[in-house]
Nanobody
Framework: HVQLVESGGGSVQPEGSLRLSCESSGITIRTYSMGWFRQAPGKQREGVAAIYAGGISTSYVGSVKGRFTISQDTAKNTIYLQMNSLKPEDSGVYYC??????????????????WGHGTQVTVS
């Protein structure tokens, strides 16, 4: 049984920071591509950051480059999203996802097999 459990969301002022965590069970994250997605009210879900199997290569959507960092701790089977210099437009529900096929799609949500329930981030 696969579970992805996000934590670390909350409310923060603009230019503040948050670190999201996604603890995984039932999978070994080093063999999966893992991604962070977000969805704001009335908007489509968008990919934010991805880290590929092996944990070396990463991808970011343009709007967060230089501000967000995705990382993983294989001993804890957990991925993180460090978010700095937060902006109001970063607000939304953040989801963690796992791609067992390592498709390399980065931000194509259709290629991700498993999803967490999300954690709310509010910047205001």
């Amino acid at each position: 049984h696969v579970q992805l459990v996000e934590s670390g969301g909350g409310s923060v002022q603009p230019e503040g920071s948050l670190r999201l965590s996604c603890e995984s069970s039932g999978i070994t994250i080093r063999t999966y591509s893992m991604g962070w997605f977000r969805q704001a009210p009335g908007k489509q879900r968008e990919g934010v950051a991805a880290i590929y199997a092996g944990g070396i290569s990463t991808s970011y959507v343009g709007s967060v480059k230089g501000r967000f960092t995705i990382s993983q701790d294989t001993a804890k089977n957990t991925i993180y999203l460090q978010m700095n210099s937060l902006k109001p437009e970063d607000s939304g529900v953040y989801y963690c996802a796992a791609d067992s096929q390592n498709s390399g799609s980065g931000f194509d949500a259709r290629t991700y097999d498993y999803w967490g329930h999300g954690t709310q981030v509010t910047v205001s």
